[in-house]
C-alpha cells in the first residue's frame, strides 16, 4: 500500500485558532482598560453560546462533537463577535449574533471548512439590521464618561438594562466618531471641526484607537507565527488608506484623513482577524491581495456613502461572494507552465 | 505582479537569495535522520541462501527469460534480455543454479506477486568472463547499444533504463549533464556515503556519461547536509570539467525537474523532457554503475541500500539484487521488538513492504523499520479550513486545497484542469495539512480514475467508430436491396400479375423496404454524434487499419451475387412462382387489414385479435390505449377551450 508521506509537522486547526484567540489577547486587555470589564461577559456569553450551539448542531448532524468542538474555531468566531458588538451590548443581542453565526452561518452550511461566509460578520449584520439603535449606541470610553461604571454596573446593565442612580442609557451612549462624522458632514460641518469633539482621539476614537493599536499588534504576531500570511492586512490597509487619501487629496474638508479610517471602527480587527478567516476567504495570493483590497475600498464606500456607521461586515460578505471567482481568476503559473 | 509578491514574500521572510541557485516555490524541512545511518561505512552483505530476481525491476518491458529452471549460470551471465527499446536486462548476481520461475511477492506498493526467477547460489560467486570496454576508443553508439544489455536503470528511485537515456542518434543536443546528489528524502544516505567512500570511480562514471552525451558542462548538486560527500565530491573532480554545487537542504530538491531549477534556474516546460532544453540528470549511483560496466564488464548485480529506522544498527550495506529483505535486516542487527512492519523508499514518497521475504530490487534505495513512535499514525483527517498551507508547500505551485475538493467529489475535468497531472506525488501538500488530510492519497485516486476514465473513454470511441461503420454497411446493404427488389416487381409485373396489382404490390414492398430503411437510419442517428460526419470520419480513420474489416463488410453482398449468378433457370422460376403467391397473400392481407381499420374506425378505436397477446404486448397495447385516451382528452380540452 502507498500512503505516503509517513511524516507530518503541522500545527492542528485548534492550535492554530488557539493562537487566533492568543493573539486577541492584547485587544481585549486594552477594550477591558478603555471600556471595562463589560466585554469580559460579552466574550463569556458568546463563547458559552457558541459552544453549545455548535456541540447542538453537531449532534443534530449527527457528527462527533468533541473533536470539533475542540478545534476552537466555534470560540474564535464568539470572541470576533463580541469585540465587534458595542461594549456593554445586553446579553441577548450577543447571544441571538453568535447563535446566528454558529447555527446558520456555519452549521448548516456544513460546518468548518465549509461555510462560504465568515459567520462573525454574518452575525454582526444580522444584529445590525435587525437592533440598529442598539447597535449603533456606543457608551463612552471610561475616561471620557460622566458616570464611569463599575464592573458590577455593567453586569447588571448586561443582564437587566438598568443603571445606577437613575442614569439615562443616552447619557452613558454616543454615536461613534464613524458615525458622529458622517451625521456632522450632512449637517454641512468640516470635518476639522468635527474632529474638535471630545469623542475623536489622536487618529480615530478616543480610547478606541488604543483597543485599534492592540489588535495591530496581536496581528503582527500573527504574521510573525505564520497564522495568517501579509497579503491579507498589507492590502486591506493599503486599499483603505489610499482610497481615503484620494478622497482626502480632493477634498480634506469633507473626507477625513487616512489614519482617521486605519484606526477607527473595525479597521484593525478587520485587517488581521475577520478577512483573515481562511475558510471563506481566498486562497491564492494574488487572489488574497485583490478580497483584501475590494474589503478596504467596500468598506470606505459604506462608510461614506452608506447607512451604516462600519463597513466592514457588508464589505466583508460582498466580497466573501466573489471569493470563488477571485480564487478561479487567480490560479498561480504552475511550475514549467508557460508565463 | 508576481515578481513584487515573491519580493515582498522573500523580504519578510528574511530568505536571503543565494546567487547561486535559484529557489523553487515550497518545499518542506523534515527531519533529516541522516546520522544514524552514516557512522559505520558500507558493508558487503553476507552471501544469502536464495535470490529472488523480479522480471520487473524497471520502467518499461518486462524481459525475455533466457534460462530454464535447473540451469547453471555464473555471476554476471544474462538471465534475462530486454525486450522491446524501454526494457532492462536481468542479470544473475552470483554463480548457482536457476531453482524456480515463478511468481513470488514483490516490492511494490500493489503487493501483488509477479514473475520472479530463483537462483540458488553454490557459494563460489564465480564471475562470467567480463568485458571490459575501452570507452574512450569505442564508437558512442556502440557504446550506448552495450550498455542496453547492461541491466543498468536509474538507482535515484525512477528505475529507467538508463541506455535510453543516453541514445543520441548521433546529434545529441544535450551541453549540461546535472548529477541528482540531492538525496532530499529523509532516513537516506546511500548516495552520501556513496560519495564520501568512492568519489574517484563516481567522476570517472560521469566523464563516461558526459563523454556519451557530449555534454560539456556537468553540475553535481548535492545538499548541504552531507558536508562530508560534498567535500569528496569537490576534491575528486577537481581540475574536471564539473562542478559540485551544493544547495540548501529543502525537500524535495532531488526531483529532476527542481534540481534543475535550483542549479540553473532553468524551468523544464511541462510538456517537455529535460533534454530538450539541452539537460540531461542522472542519479550518482547510476552513473556508478555505467563506470563500473565499462571500467570492468561488470552488469547491474548490486546496489547499495540504507537499512535504518527501527533496527539495531543503521548502516548502509551493498547488496546482491534478489537478496530477501530478512538478510538485510539481520545484518544491521535485527529490527528492534516494536518494529510494526518496513518502508522501502523515504518516508515521503515510500510504500508499505507486504512482508519481510521480498527481494532488494533496482529501485530499493532505502529500507526503513517502522514502529509506532517513529511514524505517528495520524489522527482523523478534520475538514479542510482552506488555509492553503500545502499551496505553499507545493514545490510545482499547484494549489493541492483545490485539487483535493476537485478529487474528492469526484470532479476530475476540473481536478485535470487544475494540472493534477504536475503533481509530483512528493508529499509536501500532506506534510503541513493542519487537518491531517492525505492529500497525496486523494490524487494518486484522482490520477488512476482519470487514467482508467481515458481508456474506458478510448475503448467506447472505438466501439462507436465500428458501430457507425456497421451501420452504414447495414444500411447500404439495405438500400441495395430495396433496389433489387424494386427491379425484380418491374420485371415480374411484365409476366403473369396483373398491371395494378403488380405495380400496387412492388409500391408496397417499396413501401415496407422503406420503413425498415427509415428504422435504420433512426438507429444511426440516435448515435451520440452526428451520423453523416460521424461516418465520413470513421470510414477516414479506418481506412487503412480496419481494410480487412471493410473487405469482411462487402464479402457477404459478393456472396448474395454469386448466389444469384449461380440460379438456374428453373429455380427461378420456382422462385418466382413462390414470389407471386407470396404477392397474392400479401395483396390479401392488406385487403384483410384495409378491411379491418375501416371496422375499427367505425367501431371507435377497439384494438383487435387481443385474444391470445403475450403479457408484454398486452401492456403495450394497455399503454398504447392509455396514450390514445390523453391525446383525446387533450385534444377535447382543448377544443372545449
Known amino acids: 500500500m502507498n500512503r505516503s508521506p509517513y511524516i507530518t509537522d503541522a500545527p492542528t486547526v485548534s492550535a492554530i485558532m488557539l493562537k487566533v484567540l492568543l493573539a486577541l489577547v492584547p485587544g481585549i486587555i486594552a477594550y477591558t482598560w478603555i471600556y471595562g470589564g463589560g466585554i469580559l461577559v460579552s466574550l463569556t456569553i458568546a463563547t458559552t453560546t457558541a459552544l453549545a450551539a455548535e456541540a447542538l448542531l453537531l449532534k443534530i448532524r449527527k457528527r462527533p462533537i468533541k473533536p470539533y468542538l475542540m478545534d476552537m474555531s466555534a470560540v474564535v468566531t464568539a470572541w470576533l463577535l463580541a469585540l465587534a458588538l458595542p461594549p456593554l451590548a445586553p446579553w441577548w443581542l450577543v447571544v441571538v449574533g453568535t447563535f446566528f453565526a454558529i447555527v446558520i452561518a456555519k452549521q448548516l452550511y456544513g460546518g468548518l471548512g465549509y461555510n462560504p461566509f465568515n459567520p462573525a460578520m454574518v452575525g454582526y449584520a444580522v444584529l445590525l439590521i435587525s437592533f440598529p439603535l442598539i447597535m449603533t449606541k456606543w457608551p463612552a470610553p471610561l475616561l471620557l464618561a460622566e458616570h464611569p461604571l463599575s464592573f458590577m454596573d455593567q453586569l447588571n446593565f448586561i443582564f437587566s438594562h438598568v443603571l445606577p442612580n437613575d442614569i439615562k442609557v443616552d447619557a452613558i451612549t454616543s454615536a461613534t466618531p464613524l458615525d458622529y462624522l458622517k451625521t456632522q458632514l450632512m449637517l454641512k460641518h468640516e470635518v476639522a471641526s468635527i474632529t474638535e469633539a471630545p469623542i475623536f482621539g489622536q487618529f480615530g476614537a478616543k480610547g478606541g484607537e488604543i483597543v485599534t493599536g492592540a489588535y495591530l499588534l496581536g496581528g503582527l504576531y500573527l504574521i510573525q507565527q505564520r497564522i495568517i500570511s501579509w497579503h491579507l492586512p498589507t492590502a486591506f490597509l493599503a486599499a483603505l488608506a489610499a482610497i481615503s487619501f484620494t478622497f482626502y487629496a480632493i477634498n480634506p474638508a469633507h473626507y477625513a484623513n487616512p489614519l482617521f479610517h486605519l484606526m477607527s471602527g473595525a479597521s484593525m480587527l478587520c485587517a488581521f482577524f475577520i478577512i483573515t478567516d481562511p475558510v471563506s476567504g481566498p486562497t491564492t495570493p494574488r487572489g488574497k491581495l485583490y478580497f483584501a483590497a475590494g474589503v478596504g475600498v467596500l468598506t470606505y464606500l459604506i462608510r461614506v456613502y452608506g447607512g451604516y456607521p462600519d463597513g466592514v461586515a457588508f464589505a466583508v460578505l460582498l466580497m466573501n461572494m466573489c471569493v470563488p471567482l477571485i480564487d478561479a481568476l487567480t490560479q498561480p503559473r504552475v511550475f514549467g507552465h508557460k508565463k | ?641
Open chain 2, 1 to 641: 505582479m508576481n515578481a513584487i509578491i515573491n519580493f515582498a514574500s522573500n523580504l519578510i521572510r528574511g530568505v536571503s537569495s543565494n546567487k547561486d541557485v535559484f529557489k523553487f516555490n515550497g518545499g518542506v524541512h523534515p527531519q533529516d535522520h541522516k546520522a544514524e545511518s552514516t557512522t559505520l561505512p558500507i558493508a558487503q552483505l553476507a552471501m544469502p541462501e536464495k535470490l529472488t530476481l523480479p522480471l520487473r525491476q524497471h520502467v518499461g518491458y518486462i524481459p525475455k527469460v533466457l534460462v530454464q529452471v535447473g540451469d547453471s549460470v555464473l555471476k554476471g551471465q544474462m538471465l534475462a534480455e530486454p525486450e522491446g527499446t524501454v526494457s532492462a536486462a536481468i542479470h544473475a548476481p552470483t554463480s548457482g543454479t536457476i531453482t524456480a520461475i515463478s511468481e513470488q511477492v514483490i516490492p511494490h506498493p500493489s503487493g501483488l506477486p509477479d514473475m520472479c526467477i530463483t537462483l540458488t547460489p553454490d557459494g563460489k560467486d564465480t564471475w562470467m568472463q567480463l568485458q571490459p570496454t575501452d570507452w574512450r576508443n569505442t564508437d558512442k553508439k556502440a557504446l550506448v547499444d552495450s550498455l542496453r544489455s547492461s541491466g543498468i536503470v536509474g538507482l535515484g528511485g525512477a528505475t529507467f533504463p538508463t541506455h535510453i537515456k543516453l541514445r543520441t542518434n548521433g546529434k545529441s543536443n544535450v551541453h549540461t549533464l546535472v548529477i541528482n546528489a540531492a538525496e532530499c528524502e529523509p532516513y537516506i544516505t546511500c548516495d552520501d556515503m556513496l560519495m564520501r567512500e568512492r568519489s574517484d570511480q563516481v567522476i570517472k562514471g560521469i566523464e563516461i556519461v558526459q563523454h556519451l552525451l557530449g555534454a560539456e558542462k556537468c553540475i553535481i548538486g548535492i545538499e548541504d547536509n552531507k558536508p562530508l560527500a560534498a567535500s569528496a565530491m569537490t576534491t575528486a573532480c577537481a581540475n574536471k570539467a564539473m562542478q559540485v554545487k551544493v544547495v540548501p537542504t529543502l525537500y524535495p530538491s532531488g526531483d529532476a525537474r527542481r534540481l534543475i531549477h535550483l542549479l540553473l534556474d532553468i524551468e523544464i516546460p511541462n510538456d517537455k523532457r529535460s533534454t530538450d532544453v539541452g539537460i540531461q540528470v542522472f542519479n550518482i549511483a547510476t552513473v556508478l554503475a555505467v563506470y563500473r560496466y565499462f571500467e570492468f564488464g561488470e552488469p547491474a548485480i548490486n546496489r547499495i541500500v540504507t537499512m535504518t529506522g527501527n533496527v539495531v544498527k543503521p548502516q548502509n550495506f551493498e547488496v546482491l539484487f534478489g537478496t530477501p529483505l530478512q538478510s538485510l535486516i539481520a545484518a544491521a542487527g535485527g529490527a528492534k521488538a516494536d518494529t510494526t512492519h518496513y518502508i522501502m523508499g523515504g518516508p515521503m514518497m515510500g510504500f508499505d513492504l507486504p512482508n519481510e521475504q521480498v527481494p532488494i530490487t533496482k529501485a530499493a534505495n532505502c529500507i526503513i523499520a517502522a514502529a509506532p513512535d517513529l511514524f505517528v499514525a495520524p489522527p482523523p483527517a478534520m475538514p479542510c479550513i482552506r488555509c492553503a498551507r500545502c499551496a505553499d508547500a507545493c514545490p510545482v505551485n499547484l494549489q493541492p486545497q483545490e485539487l483535493y475538493w476537485f478529487s474528492k467529489s469526484d470532479n476530475f475535468e476540473k481536478a485535470r484542469d487544475y494540472n493534477l497531472f504536475d503533481c509530483i506525488e512528493c508529499g509536501c501538500c500532506t506534510y503541513v495539512c493542519p487537518s491531517d488530510i492525505p492529500l497525496v492519497q486523494y490524487y494518486r485516486y484522482a490520477k488512476s480514475e482519470i487514467i482508467a476514465l481515458d481508456k474506458a473513454k478510448e475503448a467506447a470511441d472505438l466501439a462507436r467508430e465500428r458501430n457507425d461503420f456497421r451501420l452504414a454497411r447495414i444500411e447500404r446493404e439495405k438500400s441495395e436491396r430495396v433496389q433489387k427488389h424494386a427491379e425484380r416487381a418491374q420485371a415480374g409485373k411484365a409476366e403473369a400479375k396483373p398491371a395494378e396489382t403488380s405495380a400496387m404490390e412492388a409500391t408496397k414492398e417499396q413501401h415496407s423496404a422503406k420503413q425498415e430503411t427509415a428504422t435504420n437510419v433512426e438507429t444511426a442517428t440516435s448515435a451520440p454524434t452526428d451520423k453523416q460526419a460521424a461516418i465520413a470520419a470513421a470510414i477516414a480513420r479506418a481506412k487503412a487499419q480496419k481494410l480487412a474489416t471493410a473487405n469482411a463488410a462487402e464479402s457477404p453482398t459478393d456472396n448474395v451475387a454469386a448466389t444469384e449468378i449461380a440460379k438456374t433457370p428453373e429455380v427461378e422460376a420456382a422462385e418466382l412462382k413462390a414470389k407471386q403467391d407470396k404477392q397474392a397473400l400479401i395483396a390479401a392481407a392488406i385487403e384483410r387489414a384495409k378491411a379491418q381499420k375501416l371496422a375499427a374506425a367505425q367501431a371507435g378505436l377497439a384494438p383487435k385479435n387481443v385474444e391470445n397477446v403475450s403479457a408484454a404486448v398486452q401492456a403495450e397495447i394497455n399503454e398504447t390505449d392509455a396514450l390514445r385516451e390523453k391525446v383525446k382528452l387533450a385534444t377535447e380540452n382543448k377544443k372545449s377551450e
